[in-house]
């Protein structure tokens, strides 16, 4: 039911993550936040088992915030992630796993921006783009036909805005709301709220 | 197996004196000169930098660390001891973020501090931290703060205060020169910290590291041109001090 996507490009990492917070057929609250701040330059999106998605965000926030207070100096995205990975499978094999499924998106000056994909089994990987969710099996092809790795800011939300409107159009559960962030070299900025309409056309349809 | 007739180092003495941590305190008097200033909207940290040998490289932060974006720490007495005692600090500072979800506020981490010093002048085998601490900060509504801990575990809040070598003439020109007027002022406060530093240490912007916090900015430490600056124009004043009194003559 819920929905994360990164889409990473030369210089920045566009976010997006919806914004429904359900509860069996009950959807508790439209404007949920599931991207977690971890340092200036890095961000988490977290799905899953609820309680589990805050608790173990806001555990790994804490710890990137101690090493930054014991060094002088933040994690960089590529070790934070690592740690992270490490955090979940040593949790996955003991009374008490997380069931979390999220994207680590950062930018660091000398490895540049950087998406990274984990899911609660631990598993991770450094994608150009990727997505959690239902919403994936839509998302993921379009951004297999007009995904490159010199995508603009434009562009990717563009492509944002077609995965998405993908969704509004093909997913039973509704979503009508998208938050989206971008990270790069000047942190982490917010953009406009994407709100998808139906329409009849689909913009996949351009010329190929 | 006879770890548990161990019995605790820090004893009391058969007149009611704590020998181990009053030899602490000795040690902290061995320790550079640290001094502490709490302006209305500024809180200065001072410290005296040991010479260093010609071989040695100088590191520029040693006796000023930061515990969280809004609480510094300078100290006096035994740098290992320290690191420990801000290590666990630090820690507590982003525990206590976890929990409660609020920054700590001074009273907070000095009090934990001064806890963490306590147990171990009560402690089976252990012998106390040999240290003094300066915290500065800010809490999250604003107010400024400056605490002293010592190593029996107390703990008080100052106007101004210097821990370490010449602690005492460097507290007594505090009081005399600490006013209203003073704590008002930022760059005063500044200029305070660093002419009660340089009572007691080498004149010169190389022995002396200097810090200062605002609310909700991080910790900063001053380049060594600022320092100087600030040295040039506590000179010229005590000049222009000079020459009225003997006009006055």
Redesign the interface.
Known sequence: MEFLIGIQGKDFVLVASDTSSARSILSMKQDTDKMHRMTDNLIMLVSGESGDTVQFA??IS??I??YK??N?YDLSPSAAANFTRKNLADYLRSRTPYMVNLLMAGYDKNEGPSLYFMDYLASMNKCPFAAHGYGAFFSLAILDRYYTEDVTRARAVELLTMCVEEIKRRFIINLPAFRVRIVDKDGIHELPTIKPQVSVRSIASESL | MSSRYDRAITVFSPDGHLFQVEYAQEAVKKGSTAVGVRGNNIVVLGVEKKAVAKLQEDRTVRKIA???DHVALAFAGLTADARILI?RA??E???H??TVEDPVTLEYITRYIAQLKQKYTQSNGRRPFGLSALIIGFDYDGTPHLYQTDPSGTYHEWKANAIGRSAKPVREFLEKSYTDEVAGNQEECIKLALKALLEVVQSGAKNVELAVMRDKEPLKMLELEEVEKYIAEIEKEKEEEAEKKKQKK
């Open positions: 806001e555990f804490k710890n915030q101690l207070m014991r002088g | 930061l515990l969280d290590n630090r820690v500072c982003q525990s973020k976890l």
